[in-house]
C-alpha cells in the first residue's frame, strides 16, 4: 500500500484494521501523523456537538411558561420545543457540513503530498530546464506558461484525479519548490498544505487549480505570483 492509497483509506474508514494499512502505518512517519492529525480533529469535533442539555429542560421551560401573565395554548408550547429541537438539529448538521469540507480538504493535500513523496528524482533534478521544454511538457495536458516562474529543474506530467496535469520544480531559497498544475477546478477557496515534511496552497485558477508544496518555512508567495501570471489554458487561453 503506498501513501495516496492509504491516505484515501484513512478519509473513508481511520479505525481499518486491513493489515496492509496497519503495516504502512507502522512504517511512515508521514501518514502515521495524518492517522494522529485525523483523530485528534475526530475529538474536537465531538467535543463541539455534544452539547450537555441541562437536567430537566423540557420540564423548566414549560414550568416558566406556566407562570406567564398570560399563557400560551399548548400549541404554542409544542411550536417552542419544536424551535428548539430544529436549532440543535441545525447546529449538528452545520458541523457535519464543516467536517465533510475539511476531510475533502484534507484528502486533496494529502494526495499532494502523496506525489511529492512518490517523485523524489523530480526534487533532487538540478538541470535548468528552458522556457520552450516547459511548454512542450505542459502541451499535451492543455496548459502552458507565458512567463516565467522561476529557475525550473523538472518538468514533467502526472495523473491527479484521473486528469494529466503539469508537474513542476522550481528553485526556493532553502528547498525545491513543487508546482502541480490542472485544468480542473479542484476548489473553490485557497486551502492550506501542513503537515511536519510540508506546506503548501492549493488555490483555483480561472477553471483549473495550482498547487504549491514545499518544506516549511519556504516563501511560496512569489511563487504563487508568477505561476499565477504566466499560466494559461491552451483551450480558452483565459487564466
Same mark, same amino acid.
Request: with cysteine.
Given at each position: 500500500?503506498? /501513501?495516496?492509497? +492509504?491516505?484515501?483509506?484513512?478519509?473513508?474508514?481511520?479505525?481499518?484494521?486491513?493489515?496492509? %494499512?496497519?503495516?504502512?502505518?507502522?512504517? /511512515?512517519?508521514? /501518514?502515521?501523523?495524518?492517522?494522529?492529525? &485525523?483523530?485528534? +480533529?475526530?475529538?474536537?469535533?465531538?467535543? #463541539?456537538?455534544?452539547?450537555?442539555?441541562?437536567?430537566?429542560?423540557?420540564?423548566?421551560?414549560?414550568?416558566? =411558561?406556566? +407562570?406567564?401573565?398570560?399563557?400560551?395554548?399548548?400549541?404554542?408550547?409544542?411550536?417552542?420545543?419544536?424551535?428548539?429541537?430544529?436549532?440543535?438539529?441545525?447546529? @449538528?448538521?452545520?458541523?457535519?457540513?464543516?467536517? =465533510?469540507?475539511?476531510? #475533502?480538504?484534507?484528502?486533496?493535500?494529502?494526495? %499532494?503530498?502523496?506525489?511529492?513523496?512518490?517523485?523524489?528524482?523530480?526534487? *533532487?533534478?538540478?538541470?535548468?530546464?528552458? $522556457? &520552450?521544454?516547459? *511548454?512542450? !511538457?505542459?502541451?499535451?495536458?492543455?496548459?502552458?506558461?507565458?512567463? !516565467?516562474?522561476?529557475?525550473?529543474?523538472?518538468?514533467?506530467? /502526472?495523473?491527479?484525479?484521473?486528469?494529466? *496535469?503539469?508537474?513542476?520544480?522550481?528553485? $526556493?531559497?532553502?528547498?525545491?519548490? !513543487?508546482? %502541480?498544475?490542472?485544468?480542473?477546478?479542484?476548489?473553490?477557496?485557497?486551502?492550506?498544505?501542513?503537515?511536519?515534511?510540508?506546506?503548501?496552497?492549493?488555490?483555483? =485558477? $480561472?477553471? $483549473?487549480?495550482?498547487?504549491?508544496?514545499?518544506?516549511?518555512?519556504?516563501?511560496?508567495?512569489? @511563487?504563487?505570483?508568477?505561476?499565477?501570471?504566466?499560466?494559461? +489554458?491552451?483551450?480558452?487561453?483565459?487564466?
Amino acid at each position: 500500500m503506498n /501513501c495516496m492509497e +492509504f491516505r484515501r483509506m484513512l478519509l473513508t474508514d481511520p479505525r481499518s484494521s486491513e493489515p496492509a %494499512f496497519i503495516e504502512h502505518r507502522s512504517h /511512515c512517519p508521514e /501518514c502515521a501523523e495524518a492517522v494522529a492529525r &485525523s483523530a485528534r +480533529f475526530e475529538r474536537r469535533l465531538a467535543e #463541539a456537538v455534544n452539547v450537555e442539555v441541562p437536567e430537566n429542560l423540557a420540564s423548566r421551560i414549560l414550568l416558566k =411558561q406556566s +407562570f406567564e401573565p398570560q399563557p400560551r395554548p399548548a400549541w404554542w408550547r409544542s411550536a417552542r420545543l419544536l424551535a428548539l429541537a430544529a436549532s440543535l438539529l441545525l447546529m @449538528v448538521g452545520v458541523a457535519a457540513l464543516g467536517w =465533510q469540507s475539511y476531510r #475533502a480538504q484534507q484528502q486533496l493535500a494529502d494526495e %499532494f503530498v502523496a506525489l511529492v513523496n512518490g517523485a523524489p528524482y523530480a526534487l *533532487s533534478a538540478t538541470r535548468a530546464v528552458s $522556457g &520552450s521544454e516547459i *511548454s512542450a !511538457t505542459l502541451e499535451p495536458t492543455g496548459l502552458d506558461l507565458a512567463g !516565467t516562474i522561476g529557475d525550473v529543474t523538472f518538468a514533467g506530467r /502526472c495523473i491527479i484525479r484521473d486528469k494529466l *496535469s503539469g508537474h513542476l520544480v522550481v528553485k $526556493g531559497d532553502t528547498a525545491p519548490v !513543487t508546482v %502541480f498544475l490542472m485544468t480542473d477546478r479542484l476548489v473553490e477557496n485557497r486551502t492550506r498544505i501542513r503537515t511536519a515534511q510540508y506546506s503548501g496552497i492549493v488555490l483555483p =485558477q $480561472g477553471s $483549473g487549480t495550482i498547487a504549491i508544496v514545499s518544506a516549511p518555512g519556504e516563501m511560496l508567495d512569489d @511563487v504563487e505570483a508568477r505561476v499565477r501570471a504566466a499560466l494559461r +489554458f491552451r483551450s480558452t487561453r483565459d487564466a
